[in-house]
Structure formats: structure tokens, C-alpha cells
């Protein structure tokens, strides 16, 4: 029998839900205790655990394209937003919306719209494929500019002036180079700082827990863009960091005896799985 590692394991208090992922789970279990069918517009949440766990408590995800198949049912619009076009779709075969777009999201959705009414010509750093900048898009008839990084711009043909967004998961700092940059290349920049303070203040507090451990455990869904980003900022700051996704993937061959193991997430990152991995870690 293999000797206990004793490891002394601690979770990152600033991890878990952020309120938009909190606010879209809670509608969706209120919901779902009538016992009622209720279906979700895409993943409510990039985690695959917490997904299954709504899954058995009766959600069922749906696409798009399956709007026109569905009739008086109920659907359920995630954090992420959507564009008009999905509400008219909702609506048109009687079916129900249960909104949980996040309010920042919403904001974000006004305050572009606005620009948009005023003729500004709106650029976007986000990924264009994220649901959540496709429905931004749709607000505006798709007439921006959307990008992640700037090697996608060519910064001699952009207008003299423009309005930069960004998508509400980005990292700050990221944004700030690329408003500095912008400048420097003589292009006057309308900046509208829209990232979530909850995420943009994650990174240096994520930076000062890792560097306290031995060893650090990220767990987030794989096709988390917020968990990848959150990985990088642990792995750069303690280089013995390992990211998975559920508990079966630890691996005891990573730890020694009487290490110092920290917990953290992504903000799509539930609680009760952090707390499946510090139990897990605790017994090996």
C-alpha cells in the first residue's frame, strides 16, 4: 500500500463563478424545478462537469439551427447574449425566452448600439467566432471590425479615427497595448473599456496565490477561452502548474510528500468541482 503524500492544499478564494455564470445557472435550475422541458441556446456554461450536472437535472442544449423546430417550449439565452435575430426565432414559433444575459453583456450591447446610431466606425477586439461578439455583432448589422490581435489590422489602411470595444473577457492588458500601439500610429482612438472588472481583476490576484505553492492545479472546461487565458497566467507565474478538466485526470506522480498544492479555476468554473479536486488531493 502506497504512502499518503500529506499535501497541504489550499483554493483560490477568487475562483468560482463570475455573477454572469451565477445569474444564468440559478434561472436555469429555478426553471427547471417546475419540471418542465427547458432548453439551452448553446452551452450555459464552457464546463463540461457543471453542463452534465444540468443536463440530468432536465436541460437540453440546442443550436441555432434548431430554433425552427422547436414550439411553445421554453429557451434559455446563457450570459454570452444573443443577437435580435434569435429573439424574433424564439418568437415566432410561441416559444419562451428565459433571459440571463449578463448586464454587463447587456451594456456592452447599448453602448455599441449607440455608437453605431452615431456613425462611429467601431472596431472590436474579441474572437469573432465567441458567441458572445456574435451577438454584439448582430445589434449592428455586423458593420465592424473584429479581431484578437493586431497583426489581423493593417494599421496603415485603418481610419484616422475610430471606436475600439473590446469583448468583455479579454485581458486588460492586452487591450491597453493595443490602445497604445493605435496611438502611436497616429490613429485617435475613442477607447471603451467594456472587459469585466471581475475578470480583469483576476490576473494579479491569480498571480500572487500561485506563487505561494509548490504545486498549482487549474481546473477549467477545455473549450474555456477564460480557463486558457487563466492557465497561462498560473503556468507564468508557478511553471509547475497543470490544467485539468475533471478529477479522474489528477495524476499523484505530479506531487511529493508534504507539498503545497493551491486550487484555482476559470470564472466558468463551479465550486463543487474545486471542491471534488482539494478532496481528491487530500486523500492521495
Known amino acids: ?55 440530468k437535472l432536465g436541460l437540453t442544449t440546442i443550436q441555432r439551427e434548431d430554433l425552427q423546430l422547436l414550439h411553445h417550449r421554453r429557451i434559455l439565452f446563457r450570459a454570452h447574449g444573443e443577437p435580435p435575430s434569435s429573439y424574433a426565432a424564439v418568437h415566432e414559433n410561441g416559444n419562451e425566452v428565459i ?52 497583426d489581423e489590422l493593417d494599421l496603415l489602411a485603418l481610419p484616422g479615427k475610430i471606436t475600439l470595444y473590446s469583448q468583455t473577457t479579454q485581458s486588460i492588458d492586452n487591450f491597453q497595448q493595443i490602445v497604445e500601439t493605435l496611438l502611436r500610429h497616429g490613429i485617435e482612438v475613442n477607447v471603451k473599456n467594456t472587459i469585466c472588472r471581475s475578470v480583469a481583476h483576476r490576473k494579479p490576484a491569480l498571480q500572487e496565490f500561485c506563487r505561494r505553492f509548490d504545486k498549482v492545479v487549474f481546473v477549467a472546461g477545455q473549450n474555456s477561452s477564460n480557463g486558457k487565458f487563466l492557465y497561462q497566467v498560473c503556468k507564468d507565474s508557478n511553471p509547475h502548474t497543470y490544467f485539468i478538466s475533471k478529477t479522474n485526470e489528477l495524476q499523484p506522480g505530479w506531487f511529493s510528500p508534504d507539498e503545497r498544492v493551491g486550487i484555482s479555476g476559470a470564472t466558468s468554473t463551479p465550486l463543487w468541482l474545486l471542491a471534488e479536486v482539494k478532496a481528491h488531493l487530500e486523500n492521495l
Do not use: W
Open 1 to 55: 500500500m502506497s504512502k499518503k503524500l500529506h499535501l497541504y492544499v489550499e483554493t483560490d478564494p477568487s475562483a468560482g463563478f463570475c455573477f454572469g455564470v451565477i445569474n444564468a445557472i440559478n434561472k436555469a435550475e429555478e426553471a427547471l424545478q417546475g419540471k418542465e422541458e427547458l432548453y439551452c441556446l448553446g452551452e450555459v456554461v464552457h464546463n463540461e462537469e457543471e453542463n452534465h450536472r444540468l443536463k
Open 99 to 150: 433571459d440571463a444575459t449578463c448586464p454587463i453583456v447587456k451594456g456592452l450591447q447599448k453602448q455599441i448600439e449607440r455608437s453605431y446610431r452615431a456613425g462611429e466606425r467601431i472596431y472590436l477586439y474579441g474572437k469573432a467566432t465567441h458567441p458572445e461578439v456574435i451577438g454584439i455583432a448582430g445589434y449592428i448589422n455586423n458593420d465592424l471590425v473584429v479581431f484578437n490581435d493586431l
